[in-house]
């Protein structure tokens, strides 16, 4: 089953807007929370991320909020621009773990 | 300039023929993963390496097997039991400590069946 849940599949948003993507999981013994960015054709690159011990991390316009209780975490693009077009990922682990669950990506398109 | 290199970029397979992909990391990681990544769907892990000659099976690794006789290598071949091949291949590699370090992804290769 999916370790985890993320919404929306697709995002549009004007430029200057705020996107934002959830992410929802189940294991309350995950402790890592990385979200990727992915544009066409490459892989993955490592955005930003969160263990639980912060509620918020803000990198430039880029923020993470975690909410512990609920098993949700979601990305915030503040002022978002047209470059932000891309597949965005979350994903969760655990301490001493190997895996990194991944959801199932939104794709932002980003309007000028 | 460090980084992960998957090669070739397009692959095709025909029936019942096994390919390798190419994965290379001059990054001096000690882990490496494979992921497989279908549209609509995440990245689901098929192989990892955390030291040379030492790999584990992942989430779907049935229909794939690796090596790793060098740190700075980790190929995979897709074998003909491997049904639903056609994808897109992600090589990753990160600093040992497990999942927690980050993860840094090479371009991937795209596999289809002829």
Redesign the interface.
């Known amino acids: 089953q999916?370790q985890?849940k993320?919404s929306p599949?697709s995002l549009i948003v004007q430029k200057g807007g705020i996107s934002i993507i959830n992410c929802a999981y189940e294991n309350t013994a995950f402790?890592?929370f990385?979200w990727?960015q992915q544009f066409p054709?490459?892989?993955?690159?490592?955005l930003i991320?969160i263990r639980p011990d912060v509620s918020e991390k803000k990198e430039g316009r880029f923020t993470i909020s975690f909410n512990k209780s609920a098993k949700q975490f979601s990305l915030h693009i503040m002022d978002s621009q047209p470059g932000d077009s891309a597949t965005y990922?979350c994903?969760a682990?655990?301490?001493?773990?190997?895996?990194?669950?991944?959801?199932?990506?939104t794709r932002l398109t980003v309007i000028p | 300039d460090g980084g992960i290199t998957q090669s070739p970029k397009y692959l095709f397979r025909k029936e019942g023929q096994n390919v390798t992909l190419s994965c290379e990391q001059n990054l001096n990681h000690d882990a490496m993963y494979w992921y497989r990544q279908d549209p609509g769907q995440g990245l689901r892990l098929i192989y990892y390496s955390q030291i040379v000659n030492d790999f584990q099976k992942g989430d779907i690794a049935e229909g794939y097997s690796v090596s790793r006789e060098k740190k700075e290598s980790f190929p995979l071949t897709v074998t003909s039991a491997q049904k639903n091949p056609t994808a897109f291949y992600l090589c990753a590699s990160s600093s040992l400590g497990g999942s927690n370090q980050p993860q840094h992804f090479g371009d991937g290769t795209r596999l289809s069946i002829l």
Request: glycine fraction near 16%; charge should be positive.
């Open positions: 999916q985890v993320q599949q402790d890592y990385p990727y054709g490459k892989g993955p690159a490592l991320a990922f994903a682990s655990r301490t001493g773990a190997n895996n990194l669950f991944f959801g199932t990506g």
